[in-house]
């Protein structure tokens, strides 16, 4: 069970919004961290906690490819990301490097800015503490389970080839 | 089957695939760049392999911040220039480089009936040969380099179809911008885009580059055009290799099949900060615009430079804006060379750059300051895209762009002076 505080935000929320091009020359996680939202939410970098959530309206982290994107947002130490639908590549590249994701468009309704949330990961279940109401996430498809369960897409190609 | 499926079928040993099937898929192109070539390096090394699965179908392009725009983009461009080098795969030094997506067609690295997958969302742009291209992250480009392969979802496919003769100053970016105009930036989430009709019979190979590029901006996996006689004689210019150019099939089966009729289409702005906020360019109001710039992935080929020369040949870029020009690979600067483009735009008044993504992620060469507002024929218009979160980036196609230089404000060609 993970408890945290949400940060809300709309639709199409895309990754120039989660992390501009111009700090793009470096890679590290951390460091790419302190301007995760910046040109949407100057406060939140310096704000969220670690175990907190991102919630959003459809089409979250449309736009480019960078992995930049989950990647800071992991190491702002979010729990979650739960929107009504994810863009594709970010999808991807969320289950790839670890950072859960919780498609549920009545969650996203039910909750607003600042409400607390407990959430159990395994089986998709969203419980807003603010306002007692629970929901249930889409479960992921059993393929990517696989690469979760693996620990992300390098520790399951590694399995693979090794398995030969 | 769709064009999709039937490339995607060939690629994983199946006589058919549906959509919403989970494959393991044969690459035959892996693309990234200055940007996400670092990440995918530094995970292929985790992987524990130490080659990539075939040299000659790996490849590395800095564009984005090269020429290195700082000390942090040159040791970025440093890792990737090391590992093709040590690798052997394919690499493209500043003074060769282009815009990948300008760049690899070019150079024959991708023909139709191939997958290509590239940590760059506009690796779609491929698809206008027929080939299905896609963009993908870091992570999913470094296993792909160490196997060979990579898992994907069969997409459902949308199919469009483009029909009637389109007016002067109209062109593919425009049938895709209203297209987006018309379904969203989430219109076509996880689907393929199908175009075809007669319209696009007359649109030339850079015509269908331009639109493929843009698939993604309707959050499609994919944008693909089936490869006609232009696109066989187009890539047996480029390549020795043997390609699949598939024909339509008379069973394919769309989620969705959309006509647009193009003889009354105008040029199309999309206004910040979405690309599906498009408006016809006469119904654009009184915009008054800071920068313009030519060039990108999208528009930045030579039938671009040449329409964009049209309109600024005898006339001045207005006092009041800055217009940067940028040729998307070297064969197209030599190419503006040869036809005196690039004398038209210096004496215009324009800034004429070496190929580079630049402004149109933000990067560097022509940045905007906050309330500034910029025409691009890029293809996104973002919040802060081009710099400051405070600026503003219209998007258009090139006979847009120029005549809004020349004039000051957006506004078409047809009502220029
Ligand atoms: S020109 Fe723009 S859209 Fe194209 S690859 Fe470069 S940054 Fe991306």
Redesign the interface.
């Known amino acids: 069970m993970k408890t945290g505080h949400v940060y809300k935000y709309g639709a199409?929320v895309?990754t120039?919004?989660i992390i501009?091009?111009?700090y793009?020359?470096?890679?590290d996680p951390g460091e790419l961290a302190r301007h995760c939202m910046?040109?949407?939410d100057i406060a939140f970098a310096r704000a969220v906690n670690p175990g907190d959530f991102i919630v959003a309206g459809?089409?979250f982290g449309?736009?480019?490819?960078?992995?930049?994107a989950?990647?800071c947002i992991k190491a702002s130490g979010v729990t979650c990301v739960i929107a009504k639908?994810f863009?594709?590549?970010f999808f991807?590249?969320a289950i790839?490097?670890g950072l859960p994701l919780m498609e549920c468009p009545q969650a996203v309704d039910g909750i607003n800015n600042g409400n607390q949330l407990e959430v159990d990961l395994e089986h998709g279940i969203i419980k807003n503490l603010t306002t007692g109401e629970t929901f249930q996430a889409k479960p992921y498809?059993d393929?990517m389970r696989n690469i979760i369960q693996s620990g992300?897409?390098?520790e399951?190609?590694?399995q693979?080839?090794?398995a030969g | 089957m769709t064009l999709a499926e039937m490339i995607l079928a060939a690629h994983c040993g199946k006589e058919r695939v549906s959509p919403g099937d989970?494959v393991e898929v044969n690459v035959d192109m892996v693309l990234s760049n200055d940007?996400?070539g670092?990440?995918a390096i530094?995970?292929f090394n985790?992987?524990?392999?130490s080659r990539v699965f075939d040299p000659k179908k790996v490849v590395m392009v800095p564009d984005?911040?090269t020429p290195n725009?700082?000390i942090?983009?040159a040791e970025?461009a440093k890792m990737v220039r090391e590992f093709c080098l040590q690798q052997g795969c394919h690499y493209y030094e500043v003074g060769r480089v282009g815009i990948e997506h300008v760049l690899l067609h070019e150079e024959g690295l991708v023909a139709p009936g191939e997958v290509i997958i590239?940590?760059?969302?506009h690796?779609c742009t491929y698809g206008a040969l027929g080939a299905f291209a896609t963009?993908?992250?870091?992570?999913?480009i470094?296993?792909a380099m160490?196997?060979g392969h990579i898992?994907m979802?069969v997409p459902d496919t949308i199919r469009f179809n483009y029909v009637g003769e389109p007016r002067r100053w109209v062109g593919g970016k425009d049938f895709i911008l209203h297209a987006i105009g018309d379904i969203g930036?989430?219109g076509a989430?996880?689907a393929a885009m199908e175009f075809g009709g007669g319209a696009i019979d007359h649109l030339s190979l850079e015509g269908r580059f331009t639109m493929a590029n843009i698939a993604i901006e309707a959050?499609a996996?994919a944008g693909l055009f089936y490869a006609d006689e232009k696109t066989v004689n187009y890539e047996k210019e480029r390549t020795q290799r043997p390609f699949t150019a598939n024909k339509q099939k008379t069973d394919a089966e769309y989620t969705r099949v959309v006509t647009y009729d193009v003889s009354n289409l105008e040029p199309q702005v999309a206004f910040p900060h979405?690309p599906s906020n498009t408006r016809p360019v006469s119904q654009a109001g009184n915009i008054k615009i800071d920068q313009a710039v030519i060039g990108s992935c999208t528009n930045g080929r030579i039938e671009d430079l040449r329409i964009a020369a049209t309109i600024f040949k005898g006339r001045n870029v207005a006092s009041t804006v800055r217009c940067i020009v940028i040729p998307g690979s070297q064969s197209v600067y030599m190419q503006a060379l040869k036809e005196g483009l690039v004398e038209i735009f210096i004496e215009a008044g324009c800034a004429f750059s070496t190929p580079t993504c630049g402004p149109c992620?933000?990067?560097h060469m022509g940045i905007l300051a906050a309330g500034e507002r910029a025409i691009a024929t890029t293809n996104?218009n973002?919040?802060?895209?081009m710099?400051s979160?405070k600026s503003e980036v219209y998007l258009s196609n090139p006979a847009v762009a120029a005549a809004s230089a020349i004039s000051g404000n957006i506004i078409s060609p047809e009502d220029l002076q």
Request: net charge positive; proline share 5%; aromatic share 8%.
């Open positions: 199409n895309d120039d919004a501009p091009a111009r793009l020359n470096v890679s910046e040109d949407i459809s089409n449309c736009g480019s490819s960078r992995e930049h989950p990647l639908t863009a594709r590549i991807r590249n790839n490097i498809p393929f992300g897409l390098i399951y190609t590694r693979k080839l090794a | 989970f940007i996400t670092p990440i530094r995970e985790k992987i524990g392999v984005h911040f725009k700082d942090a983009s970025q590239g940590a760059d969302s690796t963009g993908m992250g870091s992570t999913d470094a296993s160490a196997t898992w979802k930036v989430d989430l996880y959050g996996k979405l992620l933000g990067g996104r973002f919040v802060g895209r710099g979160p």
